[in-house]
């Protein structure tokens, strides 16, 4: 069985870091974690999940706009972990963060076409 468990969320200030954790285990991971594609998504209240960060399997990652040269995005396959580095927070940064995985290697922006979610996390960003 897969599953990916987000870790780190929490209330923040505007202007704070937050990294987020994403851990991936089950079978499927087992020995082939770096096959996988890794992305963050966020759905803030009333409002569509959104596509933030994504990493492929070759280390390759890229960004929406709105949390470019803010976030960072990366992996540790030996541990079966990816990461979400969140800097200079906004309010609007607040949502639910879930992370996402799909075997392949190149970048994939779609929620439909992931095939492995967590729970989600919340993050508020606040004063």
């Known amino acids: 069985q897969a599953r990916l468990v987000e870790f780190g969320g929490g209330l923040a200030q505007p202007g704070d870091s937050l990294t987020l954790s994403c851990l991936a285990s089950?079978?499927?991971?087992?020995?082939?974690?770096?096959?996988?594609?890794v992305a963050w998504f966020r759905q803030a209240p009333g409002k569509e999940r959104e596509f933030v960060a994504t990493?492929?399997?070759?280390?390759?990652?890229t960004y929406s706009d709105s949390v470019k040269r803010r976030f960072t995005i990366s992996r540790h396959n030996p541990s079966n972990m990816a990461y979400l580095q969140m800097s200079s927070l906004k309010p609007e940064d607040s949502a639910n963060y879930s992370c996402?995985?799909?075997?392949?290697?190149?970048?994939?922006?779609?929620?439909?076409?992931?095939?492995?979610w967590g729970q989600g996390i919340q993050v508020t960003v606040s004063s």
């Open positions: 990493i492929t399997s070759g280390d390759r990652t």
């Open positions: 996402a995985a799909k075997e392949g290697s190149n970048f994939y922006f779609n929620t439909a076409q992931y095939d492995y």
């Open positions: 089950g079978r499927t991971f087992e020995n082939s974690f770096s096959k996988y594609a």
